[in-house]
């Protein structure tokens, strides 16, 4: 089982990223996947979550309006779009994936079974 995160990269306030993770070794369309970061010194955080079928979505209150999660089943792929980035979403973000019921999105990472890499983003003029 594989995820591996891609897309990071040095961006100015204001800016967008489409980050990517691309998944191997398991049938994803069984599974929830999550979107977490983590800033230095920080625990890791939720920041959006989608179910199996893509069509429930969560957000963390701080992203709201502002990324969108979507994935793409046939293609093993889940992206998370990032507008209007600021400085505090500076962070390395994970993809994650956990079995669910079909409606369910996991928030808690603990729950979640296999992890990517990581990508670092980083938001500064």
């Known amino acids: 089982v594989q995820l591996q995160a891609s897309g990071g990269g040095l961006v100015q306030p204001g800016g967008s990223l489409r980050l990517s993770c691309v998944t191997s070794g398991f049938s994803l369309e069984n599974y929830a996947i999550g979107w977490f970061r983590q800033a230095p010194g920080k625990e890791r955080e939720f920041v959006a979550g989608i179910n199996r079928a893509g069509v429930r979505k969560n957000y963390a209150d701080s992203v709201k309006g502002r990324f969108i999660i979507s994935r793409a089943n046939t293609e093993n792929m889940v992206y998370l779009q990032m507008n209007s980035l600021q400085p505090e979403d500076t962070a390395v973000y994970y993809c994650?994936?956990?079995?669910?019921?079909?409606?369910?999105?996991?928030?808690?990472?603990?729950?979640?079974?296999?992890w990517g890499q990581g990508t670092l983003v980083t938001v500064s003029s």
């Open positions: 994650a994936a956990t079995i669910r019921p079909y409606g369910q999105i996991a928030t808690a990472r603990t729950v979640y079974d296999y």
